[in-house]
């Protein structure tokens, strides 16, 4: 090892690091070179630095299949037999064994079953998240069949509130949320589609392979379709700071999230602690770290530059219902087969002479009306400076031109033809009021900005009125592969055709502008495209308008052929710009020309009119989702030295953790459509893989947990030595073969684990219980557990029965407390309450916004969003009590139980007393509390003065604050 100061340092580190199980770090030159002088074969004495890292390397790799089997999670999992124990009768599933073997080797007996109401309160609040209606628990108390408890669990398996209870566990994970977080905690335009996709794949029983692979490479996936789409948005949870001072630390920053959340969750590795220097408890390196984030490589990130804005672009896309399913191009092909042929046999009836003419070139007519025309820019003239204003009596100048653009060949006659360059035409402003603007294009060109942003004045100039900054303007351009986009100025009002239309064939534009209303609408080749209602003001800022470039300044230049552009004074009729479009005469014209034709000649005609008016383009867009988005050649990956973005060293290349790697991953392939690198599909057929003994291990760990209320392994994130060790590794080795075993179905593994004699125990221990196992390690009863924040509002609003039904959909905000908006730079805006008939849903549906939190939910623990959060704190503090007994929203849904127990139980008050401890407690009140109930009643009554109402409310309040509401047991 040498000698001096640092070998005497080099060999303390050695020992102690040795002492602690694990390789010494080569994060730096010394300790590589120490290490690799360790390797067994090893060049002695080399100097050659790409052969003692590679020495290094082995050594790890030596000594991470070594620590593989020393520690229970990274071992290869074979399920073992479940032990032989002395109560047989107590065991209705494999499960029972192991419990009841750790208990009868403790000497520890179990607690007794619970009651009918106890175990239903306890199921349905699993399942759902809600508490069970007075009616169910009821109707299973009474129920003798034998199979009852079976039957139950598989009605509140198929309820749809299954799927709210249990992507709330999820979603805690992976650090769902609305909004971006930081300053300005913008929102992330249909995050809620991924809590949506969560709550179906979770009602679906989407076999939890599948649920990996869809989440980490749903558009990978050779069946992808638009649910796989939505699942990707798992890596648009993060926080993002839209203002950063130093780009590549963010974008490094939001990759450790993904690459650390990624690890928790579906290995229960801390990965993350290896982002600046090698694991401290685990064997680690750092370049597993960045090795395993060299799958994610080619995920675009959410900014490419520190400006204050989120890349659309690279997190979102526009995405049909039947993506995967339908081919568009097929569709589009069909469209225009179709169109052409009824264009064909109309002008073949319509022009006699002219049979079998099709609607191209010279054969066209030009039905153009004149009423409104202030401006026609035919080209046919081959002037230097000037292109012709051919308006009749029209009082706008010729048109100014630079280069010679004349001459091209033209829809009709000649056209002028841009070269993205110098060329451009430009017009005294013509129209500003209601008006529209007509024109015919050919490209093959791509268009400015993208298919996510296509705002006109991103796009390569048709016809262009813009102004810079916020003024009353307007433009129309070509977007990404051939969209057409308009729009108006003050407010930015926009409108936008499919994609295509850069495909070499003329295309007829007509954009026109109702000042009357606002209404602005783009028509394409005859078919509305898309309206939406904008500015009623004069647009008068543009002086001129440019055709073939943005204006001013001729910014992105149009490549291209444009003919016919002709400005109204008016709105055109849907006719006229069919008739335009089309070079079809208007429908009445042709029918007196066709008067004497013979009958069935007119009939077809009249049939083919008809499907040509009702013909429309397929869609070509659907809803925007939130969605991972990847450049097809991922970049190279380095490790950051100390974690430092800006101190790349020894570049890597994809691969899971060495602890892990009892097998290797399928080498990524590029995906055939072009869009990705196939990596994170690698790296997600190995997490899914049935020989993955941590992805399995790690998922039965977390069903444990949500059911007994610990996990076998208690920090569920973290299956290694900075965790907890496990309780029972032979029960979760069994739990976790028992996932593949049932073909990856949740909903079965939870009646594995709810079938048991050991979820159906009491929470009274017993007196030997408390005795020798006095914190339940050996589960010798049920634990009993508070509600969830979510649980404690929506069982409120389950009680009153004003809860709704409704599921799915943008979150929702219901009121907020002035208090807590005053919190915001922008009380008045941060929080724009939604209409009253959404503030009963269930609150998985209430907006997550970081930087707002509803202090009922604070106080009872709602998970922090900011992070992951595999446990839920459990915390038990004053301002609880106080949230529940002085909250306007308590307060306020007090009143409507009381109300609810008033109307529905009118007879006497001692029924409406049980009624009302019926629907929060789940059960029958004894005699005792019903006496005791009537004395308050009497006293606030009496003493306060109050109503039957106001009294009532009290009551019901105090029931919400008792433990048999705030409690599962």
């Known amino acids: 090892m040498g000698t001096g100061r640092g070998a005497i340092v080099a060999s303390a580190m050695l020992a102690s690091l040795s002492a602690f199980g694990f390789a010494p770090p080569i994060d730096t030159a010394a300790t590589t070179s120490t290490a690799a002088s360790t390797v067994p074969g090893a060049p002695t004495n080399a100097t050659d630095a790409t052969s003692r890292a590679a020495a290094a390397q082995a050594l790890i790799a030596q000594r991470a299949a070594s620590a593989r089997d020393s520690w229970w999670s990274w071992k290869p999992l074979v399920a073992p037999a479940p032990p ?391 433009g129309i351009s070509l977007v990404g592969h051939g969209f057409v986009s308009a729009g108006t100025g003050d407010p930015e009002t926009f409108v936008s055709s499919g994609p295509g239309h850069n495909d070499g064939q003329w295309h007829h534009v007509a954009f026109t502008r109702d000042r009357t209303t606002g209404r602005i609408a783009l028509w394409v080749d005859g078919v509305m495209e898309s309206d939406a209602v904008g500015s009623t003001a004069r647009l008068d800022s543009p002086k001129t308008i440019a055709i073939g470039s943005l204006h001013p300044e001729h910014a992105h230049p149009f490549a291209g052929t444009i003919d016919e552009v002709r400005f109204y004074d008016r709105v055109l009729t849907e006719e006229e710009i069919q008739a335009i479009a089309t070079g079809l005469a208007q429908e009445a014209d042709a029918a007196r020309t066709l008067a004497g034709r013979p009958a069935d000649e007119l009939t077809r005609w009249h049939e083919m009119r008809g499907q040509l008016t009702t013909l429309r383009p397929p869609p070509w867009e659907g809803e925007t989702v939130l969605t991972v988005r990847e450049d097809p050649i991922p970049h190279e990956v380095h490790v950051m030295t100390r974690g430092n973005p800006h101190a790349p060293a020894a570049l890597v290349e994809p691969g899971v953790p060495l602890i892990a790697a009892r097998f290797e991953p399928i080498a990524p392939t590029a995906r055939p459509f072009g869009e990705s690198s196939g990596r994170r599909l690698a790296l997600a057929t190995w997490i899914a893989d049935d020989r993955n003994a941590l992805a399995l291990r790690t998922i039965a760990n977390r069903l444990w947990q949500h059911h007994f209320g610990v996990g076998l392994c208690p920090t569920s994130n973290d299956l290694g030595k900075f965790g907890e060790s496990v309780t029972d590794p032979a029960l979760l080795d069994w739990l976790a073969a028992q996932v593949p075993a049932n073909d990856g179905s949740l909903k079965q593994m939870h009646r594995i684990l709810m079938n048991s004699a050991a979820y159906r125990m009491s929470s009274i221990a017993t007196a030997d219980a408390l005795a020798n196992d006095a914190p339940n390690d050996l589960l010798s009863r049920f634990r009993m557990r508070r509600l969830s924040a979510e649980e404690v509002r929506d069982a409120m609003l389950a009680c009153n029965g004003t809860i709704s039904a409704e599921h799915g959909g943008a979150g929702v905000r219901p009121p907020m407390p002035p208090e807590v908006l005053a919190t915001s730079s922008r009380p008045d805006e941060v929080w724009p309450v939604t209409e009253e008939s959404t503030w009963t849903r269930r609150t998985l549906y209430i907006e997550l916004k970081r930087s707002l939190q509803h202090p009922l939910l604070a106080v009872f623990d709602q998970a922090d969003v900011d992070g992951a959060c595999p446990v839920r704190f459990n915390t038990v503090q004053p301002t609880q009590a106080l949230s529940m007994f002085n909250g306007a929203l308590t307060n306020s849904l007090a009143m409507d139980l009381a109300l609810r127990v008033l109307r529905e139980r009118q007879e006497s008050l001692r029924l409406q007393l049980s009624w009302a401890r019926e629907l929060t407690a ?45 409690t599962v047991d």
């Open 922 to 966: 789940g059960r029958m009140p004894s005699v005792q509390d019903l006496d005791e109930s009537e004395a308050f009643i009497a006293e606030l009554r009496e003493r306060d003065g109050l109503t039957i109402e106001q009294a009532m409310q009290a009551y019901c309040l105090v029931l919400y604050n008792l433990n048999d509401f705030l």
């Open 84 to 474: 032989t124990v002395r109560d047989e009768a107590w065991v209705r599933t494999p499960v029972d064994r192991f419990v009841l073997a750790r208990l009868e080797a403790a000497g520890v007996s179990h607690a007794p079953e619970a009651s009918r109401e106890a175990l239903i309160r306890r199921a349905t609040f699993d399942l759902t998240g809600l508490p069970p209606t007075p009616e169910d628990v009821r109707s299973f108390v009474a129920d003798t069949r034998a199979n009852a408890w079976e039957l139950l669990i598989d009605r509140l398996l198929a309820s749809p509130e299954y799927g709210v209870k249990w992507a709330r566990h999820w979603l805690d994970l992976v650090r769902y949320a609305d909004t971006n977080g930081f300053e300005r905690d913008g929102e992330k335009t249909s995050a809620w589609k991924y809590r949506d996709w969560v709550v179906d794949a979770f009602n679906e029983d989407m076999p939890y392979d599948r649920f990996i692979m869809e989440q980490l490479a749903g558009d990978e996936l050779a069946d992808r379709d638009y649910s796989s789409l939505l699942a990707t948005g798992y890596y648009r949870l993060g926080m993002w700071d839209d203002e950063v001072p130093d780009l590549a630390q963010a974008i490094a920053d939001d990759m450790d999230g993904i690459v650390d959340v990624t690890a928790r969750t579906f290995l229960g590795i801390g990965l993350g602690c290896a982002r600046c220097h090698d694991h401290k408890g685990d064997p680690i390196p750092q370049a597993d770290y960045y090795r395993f984030a060299a799958f994610f490589a080619g995920v675009k990130p959410y900014k490419s530059s520190p400006f204050n804005s989120i890349d659309a672009e690279s997190v979102l896309r526009r995405v049909r219902p039947d993506f995967g399913h339908v081919d568009p191009e097929v569709e589009r092909a069909a469209y225009i087969a179709k169109r052409a042929s009824l264009l064909n046999e109309i002008i073949s009836i319509e022009r006699g002479a002219e049979a079998g003419a099709d609607a191209a070139g010279s054969a066209f007519v030009d039905r153009a009306p004149t009423d409104g025309l202030v401006a026609h820019l035919a080209f046919e003239d081959d002037k230097s400076r000037t292109a012709t204003n051919s308006a009749p009596g029209s009082t706008i100048a010729a048109a100014q031109v630079r280069d010679a653009g004349f001459g091209a060949a033209g829809r009709i006659g000649k056209a002028f033809s841009f070269d993205a360059g110098d060329d451009r035409v430009d017009i005294d402003r013509p129209v500003q009021d209601s008006f529209t603007t007509s024109f015919w294009f050919k490209t093959t060109d791509i268009g400015g900005g993208n298919e996510s942003d296509r705002r006109w004045f991103l796009g390569k100039g048709l016809v262009d009125g813009e102004i810079p900054g916020i003024v009353h303007d307007w």
